[in-house]
């Protein structure tokens, strides 16, 4: 089927893990029994819903582990967006992974599949702190896992998180250096976040101090630079052409649509909810919120600034206020548009917050 039609990216919500981390606030949970007929049901009918002549360029598989599903739902999930729509030509496909949730056997079934991108969730390369997220792999496994990946695909990000209690800058220099030398094109390092209604939450686990954190993040962005893998957001880092086409889709404000439990999307003015509930999603479906052009633009703005190489336009944002942040050097300016410093970065909050009109 061709098209002219813009394309769009489709997000999948994959609601099941091996186990629960004590740090994840997603929407997911532990089930020895999986009905992957049932969820299908609901997958199949809220991509005939959404998804009409435009062409698909990026699809996500997220969760949760997606990497438990077996083989034949992805091909499933992928037949029925080829079916009702085209992909572009290029498309990127990219599926989530836990170290120990496959194996290179379920990598080439999902590489022939169409799947050309794996996020793999290492989340520290130091066993103690494996332990204290949650993680069943050990730091063994999952280079391994990643080592064996490079094998099958060629393009692979892996997921780190750092400023966990106790953590020093040399010890994150040397995790990352060890993560580097596998010698990747994209990285995602995020800050761990304590939140309330999570096992770390409950028990009143206290994160770094904003100070300790913030130095980690500057040395961070100080390594990743150097090794000529730059931030192009605040949290992910990658060679220059291998950035995340989907997540860009987010940052940038383009139409994406989000399949399953608790995934949202958007569509032109349509905000797209689905009930976090597995039931609940099966049973009722998504939600459609009709936003204005000012709610638009503030989320244009929440996500565009998370950008650290992409302008932002001006237009309608205080400009005395953009004049003050560039002279405090928390945003940089020129004729397009304005995008933050690792200063402002620190700070984005805040910047978002002044800098949304009224």
């Known amino acids: ?24 606030d997603f929407a997911s949970s532990v089930c020895s029994v999986i009905d ?8 199949q009918r809220d991509i005939k819903l959404w998804l009409g002549n435009r062409p698909v360029d990026t699809v996500f598989f997220g969760g949760g582990t997606p990497s438990l599903m077996s083989p034949r739902l992805v091909d499933k999930i992928l037949n029925q967006i080829g079916q009702l729509t085209s992909f572009t030509g290029n498309p990127e496909i990219t599926i989530e992974a836990n170290p120990d949730a496959i194996d290179i056997c379920k990598m080439r079934q999902f590489h022939n599949l169409g799947i050309n991108r794996l996020s ?24 391994t896992c990643v080592r064996e990946a490079q094998t099958v695909f060629d393009r692979i990000n892996v997921d780190l998180i750092y400023a966990r209690p ?11 250096k060890t993560a580097l030398d596998l010698g990747l094109t994209h990285y995602s390092l995020y800050q761990l976040t304590i939140e309330d209604n999570t096992v770390f939450g409950r028990k009143k ?17 100080e390594i990743m630079n150097t090794a000529n893998l730059p931030a192009y957001e605040v949290s992910n880092y990658a060679k220059s052409g291998e950035e995340c ?44 919120e009709n936003l204005t052009n000012s709610q638009k633009q503030m989320e244009r703005l929440l996500m565009g600034l998370r950008l650290r190489q992409k302008w932002y336009p001006k237009n309608g944002l205080n400009s005395s206020i953009i004049k ?24 984005l909050d805040k910047l978002i917050l002044d800098l949304m009109p009224n």
Not at 166 to 176: F, H, K, P, R
Not at 253 to 264: N, Q, R
């Open 1 to 24: 089927m061709k098209t002219s039609q813009k394309p769009i990216s489709v997000y999948i919500h994959w609601p099941y893990c091996l186990s629960k981390c004590p740090y994840c």
């Open 36 to 43: 992957e007929d049932k969820l299908f049901q609901g997958y």
């Open 120 to 143: 793999v969730g290492v989340q520290s390369l130091v066993d103690s702190d494996l332990r204290f997220l949650g993680r069943k792999h050990t730091v063994k496994k999952a280079l």
């Open 166 to 176: 106790g953590q020093t800058l040399q010890s994150w220099a040397d995790e990352l």
């Open 205 to 221: 686990i206290k994160p770094l101090s904003d100070d300790a954190a913030a130095r980690l993040y500057q040395l961070t962005d």
């Open 245 to 288: 086409r989907h997540n860009l889709a987010y940052w940038t404000g383009e139409d994406y649509v989000g399949i399953g439990p608790a995934a949202h999307g958007r569509v032109g003015l349509k905000a797209i909810g689905n009930p976090r509930g597995l039931s609940e999603w099966l049973d009722k479906g998504p939600t459609i």
């Open 324 to 347: 003050r942040f560039v002279q405090d050097g928390f945003l940089e300016e020129n004729n397009v548009g304005i995008r933050p410093t690792l200063s402002g970065t620190l700070i």
